[in-house]
Antibody, heavy 118, light 108 residues
Framework: QVQLVESGGGVVQPGRSLRLSCAASGFTFSNYGMHWVRQAPGKWLEWVAIIWYDGTDKYYADSVKGRFTISRDNSKNTLYLQMNSLRAEDTAVYYC???????????WGLGTLVTVSS | EIVLTQSPATLSLPPGERATLSCRASQRISRYLAWYQQKPGQAPRLLIYDASNRATGIPARFSGSGSGTDFTLTISSLEPEDFAMYYCQMRSNWPPAYTFGQGTKLEI
């Protein structure tokens, strides 16, 4: 069955960096675009970034552009999110999700919590 | 930037009733609109994609409709497990961005 498992979250000071990983299994990872979506405590969902199935194109929300980098290693079935210059407002649960070709994400991981605090 | 506005913010209904949730876009968008259900402490669950297509395994009581700027999620007869948060999400054409609405809380 399809599984997405995020890791790498934790507590980090403002201005520091963190890298999240998402291990995929149960499907042909290299056939799908992948998203990162986050949710601050008690808030709504916020789309963060998408990477095309082959890694050729990447797009970001304005709130993270220039600070976050999405990448993937199709040989390892793994998605990444490199987060630099972290701010308090980046505190959230970060989910990875498998994208459908048109709209929607049909499988989601359980999320990993990132807390930015001094 | 296209903004999605969901209404109402909270909808209170008894089991067995029909629920109608609205998602309005600030500009005309394609039919690339999805609906999700989220329960506390859980990841979102895809219900509807491309405005009106039910995702795999989603009960027939969930339906989506709409085009242009106005989209609707309808739950024909509420079951106890349907009480949750609901989000819409659109995909803009270029550059690709996947904006979420702020959600509707469906409560008993």
């Amino acid at each position: 069955q399809v599984q997405l498992v995020e890791s790498g979250g934790g507590v980090v000071q403002p201005g520091r960096s963190l890298r999240l990983s998402c291990a995929a299994s149960g499907f042909t990872f290299s056939n799908y675009g992948m998203h990162w979506v986050r949710q601050a405590p008690g808030k709504w969902l916020e789309w963060v970034a998408i990477i095309w199935y082959d890694g050729t194109d990447k797009y970001y929300a304005d709130s993270v552009k220039g600070r976050f980098t999405i990448s993937r290693d199709n040989s390892k079935n793994t998605l990444y999110l490199q987060m630099n210059s972290l701010r308090a407002e980046d505190t959230a649960v970060y989910y990875c999700a498998r994208g459908l070709s048109t709209s929607g994400s049909d499988y989601w991981g359980l999320g990993t919590l990132v807390t930015v605090s001094s | 930037e296209i903004v999605l506005t969901q209404s109402p913010a909270t909808l209170s209904l008894p089991p067995g009733e029909r629920a109608t949730l609205s998602c309005r876009a600030s500009q005309r968008i394609s039919r690339y609109l999805a609906w999700y259900q989220q329960k506390p402490g859980q990841a979102p669950r895809l219900l509807i994609y491309d405005a009106s297509n039910r995702a795999t395994g989603i009960p027939a009581r969930f339906s989506g409709s709409g085009s242009g700027t106005d989209f609707t999620l309808t739950i024909s007869s509420l079951e106890p497990e349907d009480f949750a948060m609901y989000y819409c999400q659109m995909r803009s054409n270029w550059p690709p961005a996947y904006t979420f609405g702020q959600g509707t809380k469906l409560e008993i």
